[in-house]
């Protein structure tokens, strides 16, 4: 006689993931289509407006679930871009109405698709305690996210200019982001000041992901030297010629330097800056 156990009626982890994103993917579509049937109905350019910036900012909420969905497959994915298009959805569904400018400064760091995943539940996290706890006083509020890669070690820092009690970053949200950086292998360092708070993550790569974080250094350094070759050969020309070659090829102007930024001394110069 076969006895089944309890366990085996059990779904695996990641159907029963895909089945709750669907069902709650499921939810906002219909809310959107509700809100679209009143935008139709609704008589007035107020009320028109108000449903309007409803249906918005369920897109923005639809946009940031679909980002935070489990993937499949074990393809690497650039963290920097998932982080970015994490971050867009995040300022349509939350920072705009609250004033706060998103900042990121990142460099390509390919990562397998489950860890850019939870790399991404983490800084999501981190972005909305920001956006919740912080409090900004009569500054404009900004976060910023870092992500770069030193040698084998990943680091990603979440800043934001406002001030935030100690006690109201503990509990059960803290709890997750600590189990979900273990899981990465790595942990998570705060930091507090009286106009900043700071949250650092730091896990090492797999063997894979070094491999070909390794392989895309090697070529940028190649890379360098050809430009900087070119630009010796550059130097070299007569007075005519190099006049000739800018002619050909000009030379962007530099940008005017930037006021003094509060959070400036905490971050290297970007590799890539983008204000959201």
Excluded: Y
């Excluded at 289509?33 to 639809?62: C, F, M, Q, T, Y």
């Excluded at 999501?124 to 900004?136: E, G, N, P, Q, V």
């Excluded at 790595?186 to 390794?214: A, C, K, Y």
């Excluded at 430009?227 to 005519?240: F, G, I, Q, V, W």
């Amino acid at each position: 006689m076969l006895v089944l156990s309890q366990d085996s009626h059990r779904l695996p982890e990641g159907v029963l993931l895909r089945e709750s994103h669907h069902r709650v993917a499921d939810g906002v579509a219909s809310a959107l289509d509700l809100v679209s049937a009143a935008i139709v109905r609704a008589e007035g350019a107020e009320a028109k407006a108000v449903l309007n910036d409803v249906a918005s900012l369920l897109h923005g909420h639809a946009e940031v679930h679909l980002m935070l969905a489990r993937p499949q497959g074990e393809a690497l994915v650039d963290a920097a871009a998932h982080v970015h298009k994490l971050g867009c959805a995040m300022r349509r569904s939350r920072l705009d109405g609250m004033r706060i400018q998103l900042i990121f400064d990142t460099e390509c760091v390919p990562l397998q698709s489950e860890r850019c995943w939870r790399l991404g539940l983490i800084v999501h996290d981190l972005i909305a305690t920001a956006a919740k706890h912080a409090c900004f006083d009569a500054r404009a509020g900004e976060i910023k996210v870092k992500l770069t890669r030193r040698g084998a070690l990943v680091n990603c820092v979440v800043l934001d200019n406002g001030s935030r009690s100690v006690r109201s970053d503990a509990g059960r949200r803290v709890r997750i982001d600590n189990d979900l950086a273990r899981s990465l292998g790595g942990r998570i360092e705060q930091g507090f000041g009286t106009e900043f708070t700071s949250v650092v993550l730091s896990f090492p790569l797999t063997e894979r992901e070094r491999q070909t974080n390794w392989g895309m250094a090697t070529r940028r350094m190649r890379l360098t030297r050809s430009l900087k070759a070119e630009a010796a050969d550059t130097a070299s020309l007569t007075p005519s010629a190099a006049v000739s070659h800018q002619a050909n090829h000009p030379v962007a102007a530099k940008p005017d330097p930037k006021p003094s930024d509060p959070l400036g001394q905490l971050f290297s110069p970007p590799n890539r800056m983008i204000a959201l």
